[in-house]
Structures are given as C-alpha cells and as structure tokens.
C-alpha cells in the first residue's frame, strides 16, 4: 500500500512538471512575437512591455530579440544629452557592449541605424567623438534625414564600417568625422552641407565613391581626403576659394577640374596622386600655386595639365618629379616659376612661355633630360642659375631681348646642357649677371645686331 502512495504521487509531480515547461516554452514564443525592431526612422518604436520601462528617467528601454538585417538595439545603447535649450538632442557617446544581436553569440550586426528621436524629441546632432574605435566589422551606418550636424571625430578610427548613408538634412561634418575608416567603400555627400571638415576622411584608403563636394561648402578641404588611395573621381563645388595643404595628397584620382572659383592651391595639395593624368585648370581662375614640397610633386603619371588664364605664380617644388609630363604652356600671365618646379620631369619635350614677364628660378627645369624645344617667348625676365641643368636634349636656344638678369654663380643656366647653341635678340642694355661665366657651359653665341 505504501509503495503504490509513492508511486502515485511521484507520477502526479512529474505530470505537473511537464504543463510548467510546455507553458514557460509558449510564454516565451508570445514574448519573443512582441519584440520590435528598432529602426533609426523611430527609435521610440519598441514592446509596449519596453515603452513603459523606458518612460521612466531612470530607467531605459531592455534590448529586444534580434529581428531582421537592421541591429534590433535599444536607445540605452546610445547617451544622449539636450541640446538647443532642451528642445532637442544630440548623441554624446555609446555603450559598445550593447550593440550585439545575441549576448551569449554577440552575433554582430550589418546594419546600424541612428535613432532620429529620443523621448518625444529630435535627435540632431551626432557628438564629438560618439562613436570613435566603435570595434563592429563590415557594417553600414545608416544617418537619417532629421540629423544636421556630424561631429568632429565622430567616426574616428571605426575600421570596421563599410558604407554610411547621410541623410540629406545635414549640414555639417566636422574635422575628422570619419578619419581613418579603412573599411570604408562607399559615402554619399548631402547637398544641403555648407562645411566639410579638415581631416574628414583622413586615410579611409579603401573609400571607392565618387565625391561631389556641394556648392554651398566654401571651407578648404584641409587633408580631407588625404590617403584615399581608391578615391577614383572628385567634382570641386562653386563655394571651395583654395585647395588646402594635403586635401587630395596620396588620393587615387585619375584626373581633376579646378573651377575658376578656386584661386590658389596649396602646399602638396595633390602630393603623390599617382594616378593623376590630367589637371584642368578653368580660366579665370587659379593665381598660385603655393611653395612648399609640392602642390604636384611625385604625380607620376601627370602627362596634360592647362593652366588657365590668370595663373601668376609657381611655388617651389610644385611639379617636381612628375615623369610622365610631356609638354608645358604658360600663360601670358606668368610671372614666376620657382627653385625645383619642374626639376626631375623625365618625359618633358616642349616647353612655351606665352610672352610670360616671367622669372625662372634655380633647377626649375634640371634634369629634365628630354627637353629640347624651348620656347622662351619676348617677355622673359630672369633666368636663375642652374635653371635648365642637365637638359641634356637641348642643342640651340633664343633669349628674348626683354632678359634684365641671368645667374652665373655658382654655375650658368645651362650647366650640362651639351653645349647648346644660344641666339641672343637685340639687347637694349647688358643684363646684370651678364660675364664670363654665364654661358660657360654653353656652345657658341650669336648676337642679333
């Protein structure tokens, strides 16, 4: 009688053990179907079970089950602080733990989508530094329309995000947003941006879009795509006055139009560009190209360039080592080209001035080994020392009658120059340099009379 107790009542507590787990397992199928996702259109768009725990000031929203391609992450992912007195607000930081599908898989997610509110209000502003070294891998960024500013490093260092998408809302992305994003491919640019920031996108080596910089951004691009070793293709905006220090430098670009709204491009602005063939400059437009280490230097497969109208100035090493440029044309306007401009330029042949009131500096064409038709025009100036050394392909050349100096010290113009025959055009008066060893290294000299 007692073993049959027993037995009953172990079979009844093993009945009752089963309804609870068939019970717990349907709960969680119906908890699981109450999930949402969160989306960046409205990230307030949660469980009801989660609206009421992140009502609380407190308390924010739990994250919910994983749904879909989009990260399913709740807003206390994200640290917000008001902004604009109280009326709106920007994300200041993240918590990077939280953005995983699954903490015990911490299944990472593809997509990412900026909340566009927070608590009844606009999110507009994207912080300094929010998300700088967010450690995710291959992951698109999505910012909706409602944010306005990115900024400076807000990005900074994410090597892991592939692709952003800007919404057309913003208007300024700040100095370094997106530095260093070395998985970065693909970028739209809004057209409503009137700032792109120095540094924007700073050694994103792998970003392949096309870049229209819009006409409202009139700041100067300070290394804002330096590095962008894929970069294939960049239309210059109405509003860009200058090209700044290193904004293109080391970038893939194959060619480039500078519009005539821009009028100086500064020191290695398109340093190392080594798939550069072409530059176009618009007339009415550049007057300088500045000194430094050079706007140009080391552009290797340089072969075309059109100086335009206005061009007055050519800095120091500007050109340097560009071996594949072929032929040169200065413009009427031309007044100075400096020490090392052209030096180096291995496949040059030609080479006119347009009547240039110019002064050409020392080394400004040496080494250019290939040089032989040199056209000096009537206008010429000065000719430093050591200006055409070692242009070995030159056998005859005329100086204007116009030339007030030519250096001699510490070696002639034409040093290396296999002797080339040189016409000197009636002269009004000896220029000042004019001695025994200007023409040194020079053949024989016939004086127009």
């Not at 749904?67 to 008001?82: I, M, Q, R």
């Not at 409602?146 to 992305?173: M, Y």
């Amino acid at each position: 009688m007692k073993k049959r107790f027993i037995f009953t009542a172990f079979f009844m507590y093993a009945l009752c053990s089963a309804a609870v787990f068939m019970s717990c397992g349907e709960g969680k199928q119906n908890g699981d179907k109450t999930a949402e996702k969160i989306s960046g259109n409205n990230a307030e768009s949660v469980s009801e079970t989660e609206k009421n725990v992140s009502s609380s000031p407190e308390k924010e929203a739990e994250k919910p089950a994983a749904s879909g391609p989009v990260l399913p992450v709740s807003l206390k992912a994200y640290k917000f602080v008001e902004i604009n007195d109280g009326k709106e607000y920007e994300i200041f930081s993240i918590n990077n733990d939280l953005f995983v599908y699954d903490e015990q898989d911490s299944v990472e997610p593809k997509e990412i989508i900026i909340p566009s509110s927070y608590k009844g209000k606009p999110v507009t502003s994207i912080g300094a530094g929010a998300f700088e070294w967010f450690d995710l891998r291959h992951v698109k960024v999505t910012i909706p329309d409602g944010i306005t500013v990115i900024g400076r490093s807000a990005f900074k260092d994410c090597s892991g995000i592939s692709r952003i998408s800007i919404g057309k809302s913003v208007t300024k992305i700040g100095d370094g947003a997106f530095e260093n994003c070395k998985s970065l491919n693909s970028v739209n640019i809004p057209e409503a941006l009137t700032y792109l920031g120095d540094d924007a996108f700073m050694e994103c080596s792998n970003l392949q879009s096309e870049i229209i910089i819009p006409d409202a951004v009139t700041n100067s691009l300070r290394k804002a795509f330096y590095n962008c070793a894929k970069l294939p293709k960049v239309k210059i905006g109405a509003g860009v006055k200058k090209i700044d220090e290193m904004a293109f430098a080391g970038s893939g670009i194959t060619e480039i139009t500078i519009p005539s709204n821009v009028k100086s491009i500064e020191n290695m602005a398109f340093f190392g560009c080594r798939e550069l063939t072409r530059v176009i400059i618009e007339d009415n437009g550049v007057t300088r190209i500045e000194d430094g280490k050079g706007s140009f230097k080391d552009c290797s497969s340089l072969k075309t360039i059109y100086f335009g109208n206005k061009l007055e100035y050519i800095g120091e090493y500007a050109f340097n080592n560009c071996k594949s440029l072929e032929s040169l044309t200065f413009p009427q306007s031309l007044t100075k080209i400096r020490q090392y401009a052209f030096n180096n330029c291995k496949e040059l042949v030609s080479v006119t001035f347009q009547n240039s009131p110019a002064v050409i500096g020392e080394n400004a064409f040496g080494y250019c080994n290939k040089l032989r038709n040199v056209d000096l025009g009537d206008s010429l100036l000065a000719l430093g020392n050591l200006a055409f050394n070692e242009c070995t392909g030159i056998t005859e050349i005329t100086l204007p009658a116009s030339l007030k100096h030519v250096s001699g010290y510490p070696l002639s113009p034409f040093h290396g120059c296999a002797q080339p025959t040189i016409y000197v055009k009636k002269l009004s008066s000896a220029p000042s340099g004019w001695g025994r060893s200007w023409n040194g290294d020079s053949g024989p000299v016939y004086w127009e009379r």
